[in-house]
């Protein structure tokens, strides 16, 4: 790891600490500086982990399968996707992929520390801006016409056409960056984090498919069974 001038790794950003009442508890939580990744893990770093053997691979992306139809949607073995979010993976392989790039995933804390612009407490990374497709992939009007050649009936989070019917390329969005440059803190993939909610972890950040408002912000939580496996997941790392 090549360390910046922050002290951080390349490809991660320095965020510093603070405490702020946690909008999903409304307990006061203190948190350390840390890093964190600039952007969601994409296919093209998960692939060495795999190599190596250290990581199971994502589920596989198949094109037409009426019995597998979410799998449409994963970017693992899909053409021309290698810098779009690995996604497919439950927490487990997520865990292991931090690990391996002797990292971790961060908690939820850390996560929505940054998403809120730390102790400006922003709703979203983006400030107080409404949702839309200028700052987020969520569903916009492509996603929902996507979603209909596959015989899916899906909302839309906003009217327009955001550019990417299912996941983007990390970082397409640079307008919803946070305060220290962070890219998808809010959209593109629901991103698994180190933090235990009954037996469950928990995902936080909406995703490419999110249509309700309640969940396209920096205090969401969403805790799945580690083993849930799906295309709206993804994670990143922290250090």
């Known amino acids: 790891m090549v360390p910046t001038a922050t002290g951080c790794p390349l490809g991660m950003a320095a965020i510093s600490g603070g405490t702020f009442v946690v909008g999903a508890t409304s307990a006061s939580v203190t948190l350390k500086p840390f890093c964190l990744d600039v952007h969601e893990v994409t296919i093209a770093e998960y692939g060495p982990c795999v190599d190596a053997g250290a990581c199971a691979a994502p589920s596989e992306h198949i094109e037409k399968d009426p019995n597998h139809q979410w799998q449409h949607f994963c970017n693992w073995g899909a053409p021309g996707r290698s810098w779009q979010p ?15 790039v002797h990292r971790r995933l961060p908690t939820a804390e850390e996560f929505e520390w940054a998403a809120r612009n730390g102790d400006a407490g922003d709703e979203h990374p983006w400030g107080a801006g409404p949702v839309e497709g200028k700052v987020t992939n969520a569903c916009g009007s492509e996603c929902v016409q996507n979603a209909a050649t596959l015989g899916l009936s899906w909302l839309s989070a906003y009217p327009e056409d955001d550019g990417w019917p299912e996941t983007a390329p990390v970082g397409s969005f640079r307008a919803g960056d946070d305060r220290w440059g962070v890219h998808d803190l809010v959209g593109n993939m629901s991103e698994w984090t180190a933090t235990e909610d009954a037996g469950r972890r928990v995902l936080m ?15 969401a939580r969403d805790p799945q069974a580690p083993s849930e496996n799906n295309s709206a997941y993804g994670f990143r790392c922290a250090l």
């Open 205 to 219: 950040g909406g995703n490419w498919s999110t249509y309700g408002h309640e969940w396209l912000n920096a205090h």
């Open 86 to 100: 690995v996604n497919c993976v439950d927490w487990f392989r997520a865990d292991a992929y931090c690990t391996f």
